[in-house]
């Protein structure tokens, strides 16, 4: 919200002090620009990070799905995109592997 009054405001001044209109549509590319730095590269780092991190499970390794659901890894099957978790004593559960959220580190 901040960032929408602080446009408005910036648009409102450009009005008032009898800017250029190609002054004001310059302010779209340059928002652009810092939208993409700061939302959508942070967004993808961290997606290839994840993808990183299912393609590289292995079976013992702890987890949590993104419906928070914590297990341990009984096996990864590749060609179906799935992985099978133990999530109690004698109850295992298939996962789509995108469902993967993070890996939990063993102490």
Known sequence: M???????L????????GGSPFG???LIPIMLVVMYF??????????KKRKEMIGSLTKGD?????????GKVVEVREAEQAVVLAV???TNVTFTSNSIL??????
């Open 2 to 8: 901040q960032i929408n009054s602080a446009i408005s």
């Open 10 to 17: 910036i648009l409102a001044q450009a009005g008032k002090d």
């Open 24 to 26: 004001t549509l310059m």
């Open 38 to 47: 700061l939302v959508i590269r942070p967004q993808r780092n961290e997606e």
């Open 62 to 70: 702890n987890v949590v799905t993104s419906s928070g659901i914590h």
């Open 88 to 90: 109690a004593a004698n």
């Open 102 to 107: 993070s890996k939990k580190e063993t102490t």
